[in-house]
């Protein structure tokens, strides 16, 4: 009879060899998002990443990456990375108590910022995993808007396409760039994300926790997915900087 522990080992072998396919899948999305952003990688001016918890965290690392690599080789001070979890399944008279949540937080990120760049926040990039409705976002736009910080999105994939994008980004006072117009594997794997959320909390918690309040070591097996990921995403940010530089060149 197989034991629990070596049927979930088994599982976790298999997960483990998905990795690469579903890291590797954002490739192309990312640099054709890279090349909507080439004025914001040039300028120096992005001075805070937001990444939307918890599937947006594989996303946000390779942009993050990315975003740091150009700004050293530019002699830019590298932007600030805070991570939200986004408003999914929240009732509409919940969504105002998380928006005066986040612009509460805004508030002392708008602190850290102006110290470590000497000038204001006014320049965020927000990056999540796909824009379906946009509604979960929606708390993150109004505070960041009513708190006068101009936003870009980089987000992988968006189902209903440009048109509904259109709609969006009216909403949102902000430009959404995107990179296909499917559901991405990453969507929702919160083994490879490393964290799960709730839709009324600020910060996600974390997946290793969540197992261990519930007394299981599932957690300690996901870790090594997250890490995998981890490194996954930084070689697919430098994979694609490297191309967008010398597309960048040519251009010139």
Do not use: C
């Not at 579903?22 to 090349?35: G, H, Y």
């Not at 850290?112 to 006014?122: I, Q, S, Y």
């Not at 997250?226 to 597309?247: G, H």
């Amino acid at each position: 009879m197989e034991t629990f522990g070596k049927k979930m080992n088994f599982d976790t072998s298999l997960e483990m060899m998905r990795i690469p396919q579903i890291v590797f899948e954002l490739r192309k999305p990312t640099e054709r998002i890279l090349e909507k952003l080439s004025p914001e990688l040039e300028s120096g001016g992005i001075q805070l990443i937001i990444g939307d918890d918890a599937s947006g965290r594989i996303p946000t690392a390779i942009f993050r990456k990315i975003f740091d690599t150009a700004y050293k080789e530019r002699g830019f001070t590298t932007p600030e990375t805070r991570f939200l979890a986004g408003s999914k399944r929240i009732l509409p008279q919940e969504k105002e108590a998380k928006k005066e949540k986040i612009s509460e937080y805004l508030e002392q990120v708008k602190k850290d910022v102006e110290k470590k760049f000497g000038r204001p926040l006014t320049k965020a990039l927000v990056v999540t995993d796909v824009v379906v409705t946009g509604h979960s976002l929606d708390p993150l736009f109004e505070a960041l808007y009513e708190a006068g910080i101009e936003a870009k999105v980089a987000s992988m994939t968006a189902t209903n396409g440009e048109t509904y994008v259109k709609e969006i980004e009216k909403r949102w006072h902000a430009p959404v760039y995107f990179g296909g117009d499917y559901m991405p594997d990453v969507y929702g794997n919160q083994k490879i994300s490393g964290v799960v959320k709730d839709g009324q909390d600020l910060f996600a918690e974390t997946y290793k926790n969540k197992w261990r309040m519930i007394g299981t070591e599932e957690g300690e097996e996901s870790q090594s997915m997250v890490n995998k990921a981890r490194e996954l995403s930084n070689q697919l940010a430098v994979d694609a900087y490297e191309k967008w530089k010398t597309l960048r060149k040519k251009e010139i």
